[in-house]
């Protein structure tokens, strides 16, 4: 499998909308990997081959090009051989300038088709454009036209921008924390949250503090204790819970595997390969 970071700073809207820009790749045989909860909502242009994702009633095939992004735990992806997908990954309270419908009716669980929420006109055009384009420079070009051309309002609610601000950078990591410096109450906050990101304030933190902690390298087991500490957890047992129940398996195992931890900082996924053996 390839996996290609893209510049997407070379454009004004794609540099302030986007995350990132990726190129996916697999050669002649059928790759699963795992994907990991990491705050960002996705479009994916596959431009060779399937992909399917595994759901609880088995593997379910993707739309050519599909919205997908702020799960809540490990996914499973399966590329069939000679695979090519392009992804578009946005800050999620940004995708919402792009969308009349609420973010919080997004499926979380599996790829959302595009034809969905975007003419099928503007779906198409997409996929062409990506797939005719031989160079990141046309690549680009032809986002940032799709970017221009689906931009509903370029004025984000302040309240929800200062909020991500402060989850994400701040590091304030407490609900009522976030509402005071607000100034609104946290039902007002959960309601900016559902329909501007799609998921909760609470479940934000939660997919950032866990983002963070796969960052870390750790010495020796009683590390976690300082890590649970760094990312203001009250004790090492609430980190652990959280960890295990967005990516599958203990911190002990993942942080102090070197094989897992390089995996994920030189691909920013899982290869089911080495992640699957722990599962087992």
């Given at each position: 499998?390839?996996?290609?970071?893209?510049?997407?700073?070379?454009?004004?809207?794609?540099?302030?909308?986007?995350?990132?820009?990726?190129?996916?790749?697999?050669?002649?045989?059928?790759?699963?990997?795992?994907?990991?909860?990491?705050?960002?909502?996705?479009?994916?242009?596959?431009?060779?081959?399937?992909?399917?994702?595994?759901?609880?009633?088995?593997?379910?095939?993707?739309?050519?090009?599909?919205?997908?992004?702020?799960?809540?735990?490990?996914?499973?992806?399966?590329?069939?051989?000679?695979?090519?997908?392009?992804?578009?990954?946005?800050?999620?309270?940004?995708?919402?300038?792009?969308?009349?419908?609420?973010?919080?009716?997004?499926?979380?669980?599996?790829?959302?088709?595009?034809?969905?929420?975007?003419?099928?006109?503007?779906?198409?055009?997409?996929?062409?454009?990506?797939?005719?384009?031989?160079?990141?420079?046309?690549?680009?070009?032809?986002?940032?036209?799709?970017?221009?051309?689906?931009?509903?309002?370029?004025?984000?609610?302040?309240?929800?921008?200062?909020?991500?601000?402060?989850?994400?950078?701040?590091?304030?990591?407490?609900?009522?924390?976030?509402?005071?410096?607000?100034?609104?109450?946290?039902?007002?906050?959960?309601?900016?949250?559902?329909?501007?990101?799609?998921?909760?304030?609470k479940d934000l933190i939660k997919i950032h503090r866990i983002k963070k902690?796969?960052?870390?390298?750790?010495?020796?087991?009683?590390?976690?204790?300082?890590?649970?500490?760094?990312?203001?957890?009250?004790?090492?047992?609430?980190?652990?819970?959280?960890?295990?129940?967005?990516?599958?398996?203990?911190?002990k195992q993942y942080l102090l595997n070197s094989q897992l931890y390089s995996?994920?900082?030189?691909?920013?996924?899982?290869?089911?390969?080495?992640?699957?053996?722990?599962?087992?």
């Open positions: 499998m390839k996996f290609r970071l893209i510049n997407h700073k070379t454009q004004r809207l794609s540099a302030k909308y986007l995350t990132d820009v990726y190129d996916l790749s697999n050669e002649h045989n059928e790759y699963t990997y795992c994907c990991v909860p990491n705050g960002e909502l996705g479009i994916t242009v596959i431009i060779e081959g399937e992909c399917h994702i595994k759901t609880e009633d088995g593997w379910k095939k993707q739309a050519n090009v599909h919205l997908y992004g702020l799960i809540n735990k490990v996914q499973l992806l399966k590329m069939s051989p000679n695979y090519r997908e392009i992804s578009i990954g946005f800050y999620p309270h940004y995708l919402q300038l792009f969308l009349k419908d609420s973010l919080h009716s997004i499926n979380k669980t599996s790829g959302t088709d595009l034809l969905d929420l975007f003419k099928k006109d503007k779906v198409n055009k997409l996929y062409e454009n990506l797939s005719q384009s031989n160079n990141d420079e046309s690549l680009m070009n032809k986002i940032e036209e799709f970017l221009k051309d689906n931009i509903l309002n370029e004025e984000l609610d302040k309240r929800v921008l200062l909020a991500h601000h402060l989850i994400t950078i701040e590091n304030i990591y407490k609900v009522d924390d976030l509402s005071s410096i607000l100034n609104v109450t946290s039902t007002t906050l959960r309601t900016l949250f559902n329909q501007h990101v799609g998921i909760s304030p902690a796969l960052c870390y390298q750790l010495p020796n087991e009683e590390s976690l204790t300082q890590l649970a500490y760094h990312l203001n957890y009250f004790d090492q047992a609430h980190f652990c819970k959280d960890f295990k129940d967005s990516i599958g398996i203990s911190p995996d994920f900082s030189d691909f920013q996924h899982w290869r089911y390969d080495s992640f699957g053996m722990i599962l087992k």
